[in-house]
């Protein structure tokens, strides 16, 4: 089974500095997805970005970014220019590409970090 | 386009009693996953459907089941309800099966508290 371990339960920010949350990972398989959620105060959760283990490129999506690093199983998530908006819980989460012999297991989160960005 | 709905948003019951929460998918979507979360264990998945049929399952008892309808939509039973069952409940769907690596689409959730 894999375990996503978010080491940091809480990070609080100026507005419009830059943050990095931690995330790593163990797993056994070679072919996995993984992605960033934020869940604000009106707890829904919504997608951040995402990243496919087999490719070398870091995502990026406007003002958030990944730094992927397969070996070392670590997918650190930067937010720049941060904003009173960004202010939610953030979860890192792991999903396995099998797609037969029973699929992935959904979707394993991290325990979350509380972003708190300070005006 | 609609996002994922959830009803009801808020629901409160009683030890022993069962409960049905319901899932509308993204229109096109039909895979329907379902977690609980709550302050003590996280997020954890209970299972998912896909064209009607159960996929895979978390590590939960049996009272916890559900079903897929034709449409895509879902729904969660809980029997036997018990304090431990209250948590926020999150269902989100996918165009695809899990596996295949497409972000999952949450809902708000359906918050279920056990007197």
């Known amino acids: 089974a894999q375990t996503v371990t978010q080491s940091q339960p809480e990070m609080s920010v100026q507005e419009a500095e830059t943050v990095t949350l931690s995330c790593t990972y163990d797993t056994s398989e070679n072919n996995y997805y993984l992605f960033w959620y934020k869940q604000p105060p009106s707890r829904q959760m919504i997608l951040v970005i995402r990243q496919e283990a087999y490719k070398q490129q870091n995502a990026t999506e406007n003002r958030f970014s990944v730094n992927f690093q397969k070996a070392a199983k670590s997918f650190s998530l930067k937010i720049s220019d941060s904003q009173l908006g960004d202010t939610a819980m953030y979860f890192c989460a792991f999903m396995g590409g099998r797609l037969v012999g029973g699929g992935a297991d959904g979707l394993t989160f991290g325990k979350g970090t509380h972003l708190i960005i300070q005006p | 386009k609609a996002g994922v709905t959830q009803t009801p948003r808020y629901l409160i019951k009683t030890r022993g009693q069962q409960v049905t929460l319901s899932c509308s998918p993204i229109?096109?979507?039909?895979?329907v996953s379902w977690y609980q979360q709550t302050p003590g264990q996280g997020l954890q998945f209970l299972f998912e459907y896909f064209s009607e049929t159960q996929r895979n399952k978390g590590n939960f008892p049996g009272r916890f089941s559900g079903r897929q309808f034709s449409n895509s939509r879902s729904e969660m039973n809980v029997s036997t309800l018990e304090l431990g069952d209250s948590a926020l409940y999150l269902c989100?769907?996918?165009?695809?099966?899990?596996?295949?690596?497409?972000?999952?689409?949450f809902g708000d959730g359906t918050r279920l508290s056990i007197l």
């Open positions: 989100a769907s996918s165009p695809g099966v899990q596996g295949a690596g497409q972000p999952q689409h």
């Open positions: 229109s096109g979507h039909r895979s």
